[in-house]
């Protein structure tokens, strides 16, 4: 398969990185959001929930969804590949496992939550299944936060050595 240029591939990491920075910030904001939450206040608590939506929507899944596709295209029109570098695996790896977490767990347990304040009302803000629903949530954003991290290190120190060759 034809390579990509390395005028192409500076432009591949520009845009890998922009795509990057509208992921983690939105996670980031997302973490942030949930600190102030005062979930005394039902009219404050239904605005963040809704702002948190359209972050995830509009930030997280674009970055999310291109980082993707920009891998795909690193994986497969680079030297870079998919396998040939075990940090490069490690990091296919953790970002598969964290968009799982993000999809099955993050966006599962806010539309639930945002159901709720709808139908419950304030009611909502007591109810265990909201509260616990949140706090799972939150502890998934961490953990989103983390995997993220440490995915920039082994981006920057590329650790591990390159698989042997047979």
């Known amino acids: 398969m034809k390579k990509l240029g390395t005028k192409a591939t500076r432009w591949l ?5 922009i795509l990057v920075s509208l992921f983690f910030g939105g996670i980031t ?11 005394a206040a039902y009219d404050q608590t239904v605005e963040l929930y809704k702002n948190v939506v359209t972050i995830s929507d509009y930030i997280v899944r ?7 596709l920009i891998g795909f295209i690193y994986g497969l029109f680079t030297n870079w590949g998919f396998f ?4 490069v695996t490690v990091k296919w790896v953790l970002f598969i496992i964290q968009t799982f977490v993000g ?16 139908m419950e009302g304030s009611k909502a803000l007591s109810n265990p299944v909201f509260i616990d629903n949140h706090t799972i949530r939150q502890y998934a954003v961490y953990f989103q936060v983390a995997v993220t991290v ?9 650790p591990w050595k390159k698989k042997k060759q047979k």
């Open 13 to 17: 990491k520009i845009l890998h990185i």
């Open 29 to 39: 904001s997302s973490l942030v959001l949930n600190f102030t939450m005062e979930m």
């Open 62 to 68: 674009i970055g999310a969804v291109g980082t993707l």
């Open 84 to 87: 040939k570098h075990r940090w």
């Open 103 to 118: 999809i099955n767990i993050v966006d599962e347990l806010m539309m639930e939550n945002m159901a709720l304040l709808e």
């Open 150 to 158: 440490f995915i920039f290190g082994i981006s920057v120190l590329r």
